[in-house]
């Protein structure tokens, strides 16, 4: 199974309107990030690797509305770092939609295997039980709730398959999507390239024939995971606001950053990403990326993407076309660069509001003599 059909027909209802519109580009998926600080130092994220004077920054309630105005995507992912950190969550939420059991809010909780692969992931004993725990409890309460695993080299397709079971008895979705290799990640060894994600996606899907697995993905994408599609990225399509401003050019890479929905739209260089183009793009097959290039295809192909939904991905025969990386530019490494601007920013606003605060502060003995 696939997205449930709500949100399926919202989507299309939103992708068949920009189509007759026009546009060529367009947003999918917010991806707000109001912080970048979390509970966990899981072995390949690298998305938290910053001085504390950055993870300590938020965005605030306006800041993210605003954000969710600005670009009006017509869904919202507020990842992180860890998002109930942010002390003013529930007003975020409640800002976009509520803050209460309802069709169009879910949580996802992060899940990438069944207890002792979960805790190893994520480099803390316990974190399972208490996840599942949550979840039980937010079910309770009557919100929906997914899991989001992210599937790394040297996980057996077996136990994954397990985990999938394990997911459907509890009753959650799964969002599922091969690692992306962070340059900052703490563990570079265990990222699958394309052709391993093909193999071990094919083998997990071909285990779950006739169980229900219930993923939160389109049936296109899911067959594009099986090797079945041949795809370029779709990295507008889930656009990120975090503490840096605009992400360019996706969620997972963060070459620039603009002040403005608009300039991230209109400057990116678009062409010089993606697998083919990029050496940082080569191995990727994440579905920040290729998730809306799926949902676009769905609307261009409706009934290949309908026979993908009857019988599920193809898990045997030959795989699609691989693109080519020969004409892909060299990597550039900006991290530092990007780290140290940010930093002088906060040094230059700190100095300003302490400024302000001094001369507010030598002015009260003056009005209070006069």
């Not at 072995?43 to 910053?50: H, L, P, T």
């Not at 008895?169 to 340059?183: H, K, N, R, T, W």
């Not at 990225?233 to 889930?238: A, E, F, L, S």
């Not at 793009?281 to 998730?291: L, S, V």
Request: hydrophobic letters at 40%.
């Amino acid at each position: 199974m696939g997205i449930p059909f709500l949100k399926e027909m919202r989507i299309g209802a939103y992708l068949l309107k920009q189509k007759l519109l026009g546009r060529e580009r367009y947003p999918l998926v917010l991806m707000l990030e109001p912080l970048f600080r979390c509970n966990l130092a899981c072995f390949g994220c690298g998305k938290i690797d910053y001085p504390d004077a950055i993870l300590n920054r938020r965005l605030s309630v306006k800041e993210c509305l605003d954000a969710v105005d600005e670009c009006g995507a017509p869904m919202v992912a507020i990842p992180g770092g860890e998002p109930l950190i942010h002390k003013e969550i529930g007003e975020i939420v409640k800002g976009i939609v509520v803050f209460e059991p309802s069709p169009y809010l879910f949580f996802s909780v992060h899940l990438d295997g069944l207890k002792d692969h979960h805790d190893k992931s994520v480099c803390q004993e316990g974190v399972f039980e208490r996840a599942v725990s949550a979840i039980k409890a937010a079910k309770a309460k009557g919100f929906i709730v997914n899991v989001n695993a992210t599937i790394y080299d040297g996980h057996p397709p077996q136990d994954i398959a397990a985990f999938l079971d394990f997911a459907r008895d509890l009753g959650v979705g799964v969002s599922i999507s091969p690692g992306y290799a962070y340059e900052r990640a703490p563990d570079q060894e265990h990222f699958l390239n394309r052709r391993k994600t093909k193999e071990l996606f094919r083998d997990i899907f071909a285990r779950g024939q006739g169980k229900q697995w219930t993923f939160v993905h389109s049936a296109l994408f899911l067959d594009f995971l099986a090797g079945n599609q041949t795809y370029h990225c779709t990295p507008w399509g889930m656009p990120t606001r975090n503490v840096f401003g605009w992400q360019k050019p996706c969620y997972l890479l963060g070459e620039g950053y603009v002040p403005t929905f608009k300039e991230l739209m209109e400057t990116t260089d678009w062409d010089s990403y993606g697998t083919g183009r990029y050496e940082k793009c080569a191995n990727c097959m994440a579905h920040c990326g290729y998730e809306p290039t799926a949902a676009h295809a769905t609307l261009q192909q409706p009934l290949q993407a309908l026979r993908a939904w009857l019988r599920g991905p193809r898990t045997d025969g030959e795989m699609a076309p691989e693109i080519a990386l020969d004409a892909q530019r060299p990597a550039q490494y900006v991290y530092s660069d990007q780290v140290q601007r940010k930093l002088s920013e906060i040094r230059t606003a700190e100095a300003a509001e302490r400024a302000n605060k001094a001369a507010a502060n030598s002015r009260v003995p003056m009005e209070a003599a006069e």
